[in-house]
T-cell receptor, first 113, second 109 residues
Framework: EAGVAQSPRYKIIEKRQSVAFWCNPI?????LYWYQQILGQGPKLLIQFQNNGVVDDSQLPKDRFSAERLKGVDSTLKIQPAKLEDSAVYLCASSPAFRGVLTFGAGSRLTVL | KNEVEQSPQNLTAQEGEFITINCSYSVGISALHWLQQHPGGGIVSLFMLSSGKKKHGRLIATINIQEKHSSLHITASHPRDSAVYIC???????????FGTGTSLTVIP
């Protein structure tokens, strides 16, 4: 079974620039999560999709972050404009709905200068 | 207050020592994960538990549903066990996970 694919693995940008991350979940997994992990902390949920609908985006800074999951498969997370405090690893994870199984991608490490 | 609390935050052990990491949670859950994250690496699920105990090699995970507590044990620890270990609880009232802040383990040769 292929894992959760993410790209790019690393990205360095200057503040006020924009960046986009892509995630391809495990085939058949209805639930897709985007997490932000700052160094030394546990993952913080940014947004959760169930198929192509948003279940929870309460912690997504909507003035600068956006995410979509077209057709209920791939997802993109965009940051525009980026701030220094956005430097983190952005983790995508997927799960069969309501099953509690969770598989993470390798993450996309963002550095904002 | 976090829904999931882990202890200790940091742990240093000598190679060969027996290690225990604890996780307490305050929400109702249907499953609990122990996750491992090596420096610069992705997150891997070591165990998913809903009751009792699971063992994989030198790793053992236990959960006490009544006490809302889980432990991860590492026997005969090795430097390659050095990583961050994260407890994640899957809520039984919604399709969501709650994460602990992680325990950073360093095993010294």
């Amino acid at each position: 079974e292929a894992g959760v694919a993410q790209s790019p693995r690393y990205k360095i940008i200057e503040k006020r620039q924009s960046v986009a991350f892509w995630c391809n979940p495990i085939s058949g997994h209805a639930t897709l999560y985007w997490y932000q992990q700052i160094l030394g902390q546990g993952p913080k949920l940014l947004i959760q999709f169930q198929n192509n609908g948003v279940v929870d985006d309460s912690q997504l800074p909507k003035d600068r972050f956006s995410a979509e999951r077209l057709k209920g498969v791939d997802s993109t997370l965009k940051i525009q404009p980026a701030k220094l405090e956005d430097s983190a690893v952005y983790l995508c994870a997927s799960s069969p709905a309501f099953r509690g199984v969770l598989t993470f991608g390798a993450g996309s490490r963002l550095t904002v200068l | 207050k976090n829904e999931v609390e882990q202890s200790p935050q940091n742990l240093t052990a000598q190679e060969g020592e027996f290690i225990t990491i604890n996780c307490s949670y305050s929400v109702g859950i249907s499953a609990l994960h122990w996750l491992q994250q090596h420096p610069g690496g992705g997150i891997v699920s070591l165990f998913m538990l809903s009751s009792g105990k699971k063992k994989h090699g030198r790793l053992i995970a236990t959960i006490n549903i009544q006490e809302k507590h889980s432990s991860l044990h590492i026997t005969a620890s090795h430097p390659r066990d050095s990583a961050v270990y994260i407890c994640a609880a899957f809520s039984n009232t919604g399709n969501q996970f709650y994460f602990g802040t992680g325990t950073s383990l360093t095993v010294i040769p």
